[in-house]
């Protein structure tokens, strides 16, 4: 089961440093080998409005340039450098009035930061964490193990955002945090984390917005209601909006691929799709997955012929907050009006359902 879903305007900000001994600026030296002819952007992340704003850019020539760009804010805040491939895609914290960070475009999983703390507290911990899942796949552990894995993780997730001194990468892993229906325990966890960043406007905001969206979680989408239209991005990065796909039958499937009892579904929705798909019917599947990286490695291993999206804001996003559910799997079927039909269909029961509204 997953946490309660919060969704909230979040300012990533910062304590890392004295603010009283900081400047506006951060100047980030970037070093990039084997980038030739390359654009690399620096942008700021908005987990809540679920964009990136574009700060400036660099377009290399050489083998080897050093280029330097500035981050004007007071605060710590999360930003990306990335290339306008997406090959390179380099999360980083601006909690020091200057830092480094060397890379290559050739070898894009190898790069090293010096002089940002959180920057390399954040990807250390993204390592450690993604080494340990992929390596509960790769070993093809029964499900009952692998829930175990899993739950090692989710203490992990909770262990660094309880103790880590950068709120930016406290915000960034707090994201992926799961609390099922323990809404106690979701209090207990936000209220410790604005203590201890009870001088932080961001985390205070979050907090509150926490505790208001907790308010109207007994609100659920009910049989009869319409479908609520978002927009997610596929693999590729395309955006694609719910909206398309009215006048058919359409199964919004709401999954993770770091989900066992999610990934058990698979199969029912793969014989639903070859069996109805010739009915006008539809099948988007949108992961609840923090990593795109580990989502589009697990559907490329498919194949799995329907729309995959993702929201990266796992319980924070649009996903969660415009269909009010606060479990995976979960699902919905509307109908060629947008009106939902049935939800929470699972197993045999799906291909079951199925047949009964695709008569």
Known sequence: MKRLLVFCQIYLCAVACNEAQRTNNTELRFHIENGYNQTFYLEKINIAAG??????????KDRVEDRVLYVKSIEENLYRIRSADNRVDIILINDRPKISLSADYLESKQ????????S???????????TKMESARSRQLPDSLFRIVSSEVQQEYRNYVDTVTSP???LYIYNAVDFGYDRAALKTFISKLGNRFAQHGGIQQLV???????????????????MPDIILPDSKGSLLPLSIYKGQYLLVDFWA?????????LDFKKKAYERFSSRN??????????????????????????????DQKIWMGPAAYAFKFDSIPFNFLIDPRGKIVDKALFGDSLLHKLELHLK
């Open 51 to 60: 964009e990136n704003g574009r700060i400036d850019s660099v377009t290399i």
């Open 168 to 170: 930016a990468a406290a």
């Open 281 to 310: 019917f539809s099948i988007v599947s949108i992961s609840l997955d923090p990593e795109k990286e580990a989502w589009k490695n697990f559907i490329d291993s498919g194949p799995y012929p329907w729309p995959q999206l993702i």
């Open 120 to 130: 390399i507290s954040l990807h250390h911990f993204l390592t450690q964490v993604r």
């Open 111 to 118: 790069f090293r930061f010096e002089n940002s703390p959180a």
């Open 257 to 265: 691929s770091w989900h066992p009892s999610s990934v058990a579904q």
């Open 208 to 226: 509150k917005n926490t505790y208001n969206y907790i308010s109207i979680l007994e609100e659920e989408l009910s049989v009869g209601d319409s």
